[in-house]
């Protein structure tokens, strides 16, 4: 009779208690940060709630969420700039896009006398650089 009783108490420690462990694909994670998902569409992707995502986060990598989103999405914002500039050796929207955005020039309107002319537009560059501040 001890016997079969040391034998139930066995078993029922090799049972766990709750919900199962949710597994979350590391290398899919960080490919969805890398295309800037954001948190919600990441969640619904593995079908978690965020707080399951904080904690997996800490548990994988000791560090919050926000903290590995900003570490990981940089593969993607590298990866957008390439394809931007080898858009815009044949693009001239986006050669004009890159200009106004990475080198800081901006449209400037030509004044004219009132007519309704077209009006030609000057591409004015301004530095925005700690230099052109002084």
């Known amino acids: 009779m001890k016997k079969k009783d040391k034998e139930k108490k066995e078993e029922k420690v090799k049972k766990k208690m709750g919900r199962p462990k949710i597994k979350i694909d590391q290398k899919a994670f960080e490919g ?27 548990e994988t990598y000791n560090k919050t969420f926000s903290a590995i989103f ?11 700039r390439r394809s931007g500039f080898q858009l815009a050796q044949t693009n001239a929207a ?39 501040a002084s």
């Open 32 to 58: 969805l940060c890398s295309i800037q998902c954001t948190r919600p569409e990441i969640c619904e992707w593995f079908h978690i709630t965020d707080k399951t995502l904080d904690k997996w986060c800490r």
């Open 94 to 132: 986006m050669c004009i896009f890159l200009h106004k955005n990475l080198l800081g020039m901006k449209d400037v309107p030509i004044e004219s006398d009132g007519e309704n002319e077209a009006q030609p537009m000057a591409i004015e560059y301004v530095r925005q650089d700690a230099e052109a």
């Open 70 to 80: 900003k570490i990981k999405r940089t593969g993607g914002l590298i990866s957008l």
